[in-house]
């Protein structure tokens, strides 16, 4: 089935076809008001029911659900793996994590630089980097860049990609894996906390930095594939925290996969794309929650 709403055959409408309309669930997403044409076990077209060749008749609306071809209900983990319910999900993401690193005391103070968290993101987001290029991305000095790269690899945040670059331009990146920043035993002291703090503010001022200029500059200017392939979306639920722990794990696992199928992909239109996930109670208002 295609995942856009294009019809699948070139050679024109075909006789006593079905039409079926309802509520259309695709790959891409959910169309309220969709239509699907069958040619006896084929599918011929499907999209939106404002869309219908005028060759096919469109029959009055009805509350079915479509599932045209094959659109498989539950998710695809890393690796293979698939993740029909929650119990699975949340088993996904336990083992799937479980080796994430705990930045400890000391790495949370060598990260808890403005201009190292940045660093640090970029090698995250873009890749390996060399003191130069980083300057120029980040607009600072070869010798700033470079005397900040040295402090994060001395505490294994980072290291020199050995294969790759002279002993005049070295290149550095991130190690693959999670990293956490919540360390309960950091967080005891007065310098974990503040080491924290500084790292956490820094990440998410440098990403709500990336999301306006994204708003600002790149919501209606990129081309058409690229605004329909970007969300920006907020929704509110009230949650059980058990519930929420699930849905949180869902939503991680979809993640974990387009990160393990896709983190090296390269070719035409491919770019890194930024992926957020928020999950967190909102404070109570007037006495309720």
Known sequence: MPSTPDRVREDGPVSAPLVLRGRLVTPRGIVEDGAV???DTTIVWVGPSDGLPPAWTLPAATDHTLLPGLV??????GGGASF????????HVERRHSEDRVLDTGALRALAHPLRVQIYDVLSQYGPQTASSLAEM???STGSTSYHL????????IHEVTDRGTGRERWWERPIGGVTFANADAMKTPAGRAATQIVMNEFFRNRNEQLMKFIDDGLFTSDEPWQNG?????????LTPEQSK????????????????YRNQTGENVRPVSIRADVFPLPERGGQP
Do not use: Y
């Open 37 to 39: 044409v069958v040619d």
């Open 72 to 77: 498989d209900l539950h998710c695809h983990g």
């Open 84 to 91: 029909p319910d929650a119990t699975d999900a949340a088993t």
């Open 138 to 140: 980040l607009g600072e």
């Open 150 to 157: 040295r402090a994060l690899a001395k505490h294994d945040l």
């Open 230 to 238: 970007s969300m920006i979306s907020t929704a509110t639920a009230r």
């Open 246 to 261: 699930e849905l949180a794990a869902k939503i991680m696992a979809l993640i974990d996969d387009a990160v393990d199928n």
